[in-house]
């Protein structure tokens, strides 16, 4: 439906576990000051993880034979719990993981597939086998913390990492667990992704957030840093992209619920307009969102003026931003709206406001 | 809300449509296929769809396959379910796809020389959004990489869409088709038969890969009734849980499994003596046919040694990320035909099988179907499929 859905329980979000060139850790995070916008192509596409230091967060054993994104997810997942100070007796069923990823198993599949020409199925290694399955990163992220209320991995190309979100708050609302860690975490993105997302990706990326019901936030007087009040995910055809009135209808009416799913009171609305500097279509959807901000006087892009094109961290992008802005948030005011737009014609929106 | 299934698609190794699906699981028979057009697994095997293109021609083995497949079963299901045109702004119809590797298979044709890389080889998941487009969807499309449990996990989140109202109708499946790397991987793990697909068998040695698309139509009852779509079955409610164990390995104790089949009936207020019938994950793994045998008598209490029970992978293979989608389609004609296909490939029994499986059909009675997928990485769902009342 082109209008936000509203949760009826209060999700918040209590930590954020970012792990990205830019900061490993909400300390680091916040002590960033860019918005997550891509930097201008240089001569590399590929930029190295160079801060990650796998031993130094994961111990000498245990991740050897993991993919990297496996890796990037169980620390996040590690510094969203410690961020949200969960307890580290926490009953695992009470806590779910909802992963998006694009390319945690590609390196692998790449590499797999190669060997195979090469030497046959002893081209491959028993012990990374299993690394050809896209899940493994979420799967992963159970096995070494123990969250058995449920583990799914999403994936679309940009937004799966929102979806994740979105996906994980409807559970809790539903009662499956009430808590989840969601969010999204990549490996090695193929060249050619270039073309679609942006001219220079970064190498991987993990951003986990830590969400909660109320309920369960308040019981055990953690600190949220916002609560999410409402959300949506859709398709946008290429039909309604090339047709700017039905394209501005369907973004309007979404960018008008959002802001009455908002509770009263607040001086603001600040919109995060996310999207791959690459691709046409996204900023086809994007410039109808913007002309939605520009049009409201209490509405503000984050980002500025041309809001939020970046796409370097694949589908772990939006939720670096948004852990990003939670982590940097210093006034109780202004709500966050993070609109997310794919190459490929998805739309994740998630409205938060400030808690008390 | 009631949610209900309106129409089904399959393209599988035992034939296109419901109805060729249907007397297929039925008859029980189908083999596994040496795999002649993947270079660099010689003496390998899998349940295979072999199609020529919808106009009769010789099949272009560079079009995305999994897409075929997924596109010929979302077709069937909306001409099922009497939904021909989704271009209707007014109706918000979404499609969530499951899928393990998706159309992987261009980028090992580049890797084995067989075609150069260009904008379609890269990425193996575009297929739902390629729908999304053909099909001018404006409700979620989503993909679910859950591993082998990705079908019925896109069928509970489709499911769910509808039931909160953000769209109106569901499409709702897996696709999957053979990937050279993935089938590498698991013959390197020893996983895989090298007879047939043998669940529950004594000799049985692994699973054997398969291929196919299976796709639900979903939409509430009203929903349903307002356009005189006639509902096939219910979808009542599914239980989720991750054993945190091992990537690979079910814990044995199968206590997740168990708490997902629990939950599942829960929340669909069915009792287990009121499961008229259940289509297992039933891989042909030692450890996960054990483990689900063990699971299913528990949850099923004295009514486990006579609750029918079925294993479809014994005539498709294991389709992957298709495999629950596959269950949950199964599960809507167990119950529009109140009979349930045999368990093929059943010389032997193992004895710590203990569930009422037979290899030939076994007659259903009145009420639920409780279907299970279990995954890489120990994530599981159930799901009860229910009758129309």
């Not at chain 1, 309920?215 to 009040?229: E, K, N, S, T, W």
């Not at chain 2, 919808?54 to 010929?72: E, I, K, M, Q, V």
């Not at chain 2, 969530?96 to 260009?118: I, N």
């Not at chain 2, 999957?176 to 043998?198: I, K, N, Q, T, Y």
Request: aromatic share 4%.
């Amino acid at each position: 439906m082109s209008t936000p859905r509203l949760l009826d329980a209060g999700i918040v979000v209590t930590g954020v576990g970012p792990v990205s060139r830019h900061a490993i850790g909400r300390a680091e995070l916040a002590g960033v000051a860019t918005e997550w916008s891509d930097s201008p192509a240089r001569d590399e596409w590929l930029r190295p993880l160079d801060a990650f230091d796998a031993a130094r967060r994961l111990g000498r054993k245990g991740w050897r034979a993991l993919p990297p994104a496996a890796r990037y997810a169980m620390v996040a997942a590690r510094l969203a719990g410690e961020d949200a100070r969960l307890d580290a007796d926490l009953d695992g069923n009470l806590v779910g993981v909802v992963l998006g990823t694009n390319f945690a198993a590609d390196e692998t599949v790449d590499r797999f597939d190669r060997a195979v020409l090469a030497e046959g199925v002893r081209g491959i290694s028993p012990l990374e086998a299993p690394n050809f399955s896209i899940n493994v990163a979420a799967s992963q992220v159970s096995v070494d913390r123990g969250y058995r209320a449920f583990n799914i991995t999403l994936i679309d190309l940009f937004t799966a990492g929102s979806s994740a979100l979105w996906t994980a708050c409807q559970a809790l609302e539903d009662g499956r667990a009430p808590v989840a860690l969601a969010g999204a975490a990549e490996g090695r993105p193929p060249r050619q992704s270039t073309e679609v997302l942006a001219p220079t990706l970064d190498e991987g990326a993990a951003c986990l957030l830590c969400l909660e019901t109320t309920d369960h936030a308040a019981a055990r007087a953690a600190r949220p840093l916002g609560q999410v009040r409402a959300g949506a995910q859709l398709f946008v055809p290429a039909a309604v992209v090339e047709a700017p009135d039905r394209l501005d209808a369907l973004t309007h009416s979404l960018l008008d619920g959002a802001v009455r799913a908002l509770p009263a009171g607040l001086s603001g609305v600040d919109v995060d307009v996310v999207r791959p500097p690459a691709s046409a279509r996204a900023e086809a959807v994007a410039a109808a969102a913007i002309r939605w901000t520009a049009a409201r006087t209490d509405a503000a892009l984050v980002g500025g003026p041309d809001g939020g094109r970046a796409a370097a961290q694949a589908s772990a992008t939006a939720p670096l931003r948004l852990a990003s802005q939670l982590a940097r948030r210093t006034t109780a005011s202004r709500a966050l709206v993070q609109v997310v737009i794919g190459p490929e014609g998805h739309l994740v929106v998630l409205v938060l406001s400030p808690t008390a | 809300m009631t949610l209900v299934i309106t129409g089904l698609g399959m393209v599988s190794p035992v034939g296109e449509g419901p109805e060729a699906y249907w007397q297929g699981l039925l008859a029980g028979v189908s083999a596994p296929q040496p795999i002649t057009d993947r270079p660099g697994i010689p003496d390998s095997h899998a349940y295979r769809v072999a199609r020529a293109d919808a106009d009769g021609s010789t099949r272009d083995d560079r079009r995305p396959r999994c897409l075929d497949l997924a596109r010929s079963a979302v077709r069937q299901a909306l001409a099922g379910a009497g939904l021909g045109d989704t271009r209707d702004s007014a109706l918000h119809v979404g499609l969530f796809l499951g899928t393990g590797t998706g159309d992987g298979e261009a980028a090992e044709q580049v890797r084995d020389g067989r075609r150069s890389a260009g904008t379609d080889t890269w990425w193996a998941y575009g297929g739902a959004a390629r729908l999304g487009d053909e099909l001018e969807l404006t409700g979620p499309v989503q993909t679910v990489s859950t591993a082998c449990a990705a079908g019925a996990y896109a069928v509970a989140l489709a499911a769910q869409s509808v039931l909160r109202g953000e769209a109106d109708v569901a499409l709702a499946g897996g696709a999957e088709v053979v990937s050279r790397p993935a089938l590498a991987a698991f013959l390197r793990l020893g996983a895989v038969d090298p007879v047939h697909c043998r669940p529950f068998d004594a000799k049985r040695q692994g699973t054997v890969y398969g291929e196919g698309a299976a796709f639900l139509v979903l939409e509430s009852a009203e929903h349903a009734r307002a356009r005189s779509a006639r509902p096939l079955a219910t979808v009542d409610a599914g239980g989720w849980s991750c054993d945190g164990h091992h990537l690979t390995a079910p814990a044995a104790d199968g206590r997740q499994a168990a708490r997902a089949g629990r939950e599942a009936l829960r929340r669909a207020g069915v009792l287990p003596e009121q499961i008229a019938a259940v289509v297992c994950h039933g891989t042909g793994t030692p450890l996960n046919d054990r483990t689900e045998s063990r699971v299913m008598t528990e949850l099923l209490g004295p009514r486990a040694a006579t609750t029918p029970v079925t294993a479809v992978k014994s005539v498709l293979g294991h389709s992957g990320g298709a495999a629950g989608a596959f269950s949950c389609a199964t599960a809507a004609l167990v119950v529009a035909h109140r009979r349930l296909p045999p368990v093929a490939n059943l010389d032997v029994r193992d004895v710590e099988c203990r569930l009422a499986i037979s290899s030939s059909p076994q007659p259903v009675g009145s009420g639920s179907v409780l279907l299970n997928a279990y995954a890489f990485g120990g994530n599981n769902i159930s799901l009860v499929i229910g009758p129309v009342s």
